[in-house]
């Protein structure tokens, strides 16, 4: 057979092939979990972390990309073991099978919190952590029952705490260990007898921090069932903020510390006591106010007794006896005749004075009429030396020639009386303004 010839065979490229076998193994392969022990570890200026995972028959490169290395709640080193949550890829420019690491957790907390996870889901679909399940805390204990290490940071604390806000508080530490296998049973125990004895208002489960392994005694479901159990209120104060445990969600309460515990369970005995000086004040002033409106009564009281006595009684009687008899005279015939007629002798005079300034005003008046018509009157012009002609016999007056010729009989109104005329109907009359009579 002959070899094909160059333009039948297919030729790749080193990129291309390792492209291709990168993309093969990514889309084979999803995210896989694996487990190993970190070596060659290097985290450069970038952020970006490199290592490899072994085992004793092979390794692995692994890259950790910087937004994801920020996540991380421990520092890795090499000797540490991992679990490891990570993408199947190749690096290209070098042509090597490498792991690109998505999460990264130590090994043995890994399968610690599997385990936490598992058990917090088992023991919330039984509704062992529901809130309608949690007790209310007193908010004034008189004796808290604290189960915790005897010789631990935790207690201290809590003492030093509750000594500062509230001293009058009786705090029973009930030892117990609280890490190692033998811790879940004597704090079980510890919670079975205080529920049992009733002696404790509330009780306290308090640790200081530590790792995921050292709070795991926290994480047992017989500690969690005998909480939910106790017939007392439980608050859970184990390790840091950041810590949570499986007995924190089965508490009636979680805080965040043992310390923040302690302030949680007492109040201020500081603030109690200036509420206690603010209400003394408070009842003071209302003690005082109300005694003086008991001693105004009194005196309101003793005024309206006075004013009842007979002596007092029979004191206004005769002054209101008085009174009516002053009354009585005042409406007796005699004194309102008196009266009308002085009113009427009033009103006369008022009356006579009052005409005597009308006739007085219409004199006035008249006088004024009197010298206005008379300034216009006619006789007052006759006065001085005029005259009116008339017609006789139709009395008009005659104020042009023209109409005098025609008049049969003259007269002229003179100032002391009246003066026949005869007219000539012959004889010429000059039409002038200053002609006389014939």
């Not at 008046?365 to 139709?394: C, F, H, K, M, W």
Request: with cysteine; net charge positive; glycine share 6%.
């Amino acid at each position: 057979m002959s070899e094909p010839s160059n333009n039948e065979r297919e030729i790749f490229s080193p990129s291309q092939l390792v492209r291709l076998a990168r993309d093969l193994l990514e889309d084979t392969f999803p995210l896989i979990w694996i487990e190993g022990e970190i070596s060659n570890f290097s985290r450069p200026a970038s952020g970006h972390l490199y290592f490899s995972l072994k085992d004793a028959q092979a390794q692995i490169r692994c890259a950790m990309f910087r937004n994801r290395s920020m996540l991380l709640r421990f520092k890795p080193a090499d000797g540490t073991r991992v679990l490891a949550r990570a993408r199947v890829s190749l690096y290209e420019a070098r042509g090597e099978f490498q792991l690109i690491v998505e999460h990264l957790e130590e090994a043995g907390e890994g399968a610690l919190l599997r385990a936490f996870e598992q058990l917090k889901a088992k023991l919330a679909a039984e509704g062992l952590f529901d809130a309608a399940k949690k007790r209310p805390l007193p908010s004034l204990p008189r004796r808290i029952g604290a189960i915790t290490s005897a010789t631990g940071a935790a207690i201290r604390d809590v003492l030093s705490v509750l000594a500062r806000r509230f001293p009058l508080v009786e705090v029973e530490v009930i030892p117990v260990p609280v890490q190692g296998k033998e811790a879940p049973p004597a704090i079980i125990a510890a919670l079975n007898a205080a529920s049992q004895a009733r002696r404790h208002d509330v009780l306290l489960l308090a640790r200081g921090g530590g790792s995921l392994e050292d709070l795991w005694a926290f994480n047992d479901e017989g500690v969690a069932r005998a909480i939910r159990a106790s017939a007392i209120p439980v608050v859970s104060a184990i390790g840091h903020e950041v810590d949570f445990t499986i007995a924190d969600f089965a508490a009636d309460l979680r805080a965040p510390t043992p310390s923040a515990a302690a302030e949680i369970l007492v109040p201020d005995g500081a603030a109690i006591l200036r509420d206690l000086r603010r209400d003394e004040t408070r009842l003071q002033t209302l003690v005082l106010r109300r005694l003086q409106n008991a001693a105004q009564r009194l005196d309101h009281a003793w005024t309206r007794l006075r004013t009842q006595h007979p002596r007092a009684r029979l004191q206004r009687g005769g002054e209101r006896l008085a009174h009516l008899r002053a009354r009585l005279q005042a409406q007796h015939p005699l004194i309102r005749l008196a009266r009308r007629d002085e009113q009427l002798a009033a009103l006369k005079q008022r009356l006579h004075a009052a005409i005597d300034r009308r006739l007085d005003r219409r004199r006035h008046e008249l006088a004024e009429l009197a010298r206005t018509l008379n300034a216009v009157s006619p006789l007052a012009t006759l006065q001085r030396g005029y005259a009116i002609l008339l017609d006789r016999d139709s009395g008009e007056v005659l104020r042009t020639v023209e109409r005098a010729r025609h008049a049969t009989r003259l007269v002229a109104r003179l100032a002391d009386g009246e003066l026949a005329l005869r007219h000539e109907p012959g004889r010429r009359v000059r039409n002038t303004p200053q002609s006389g009579h014939d």
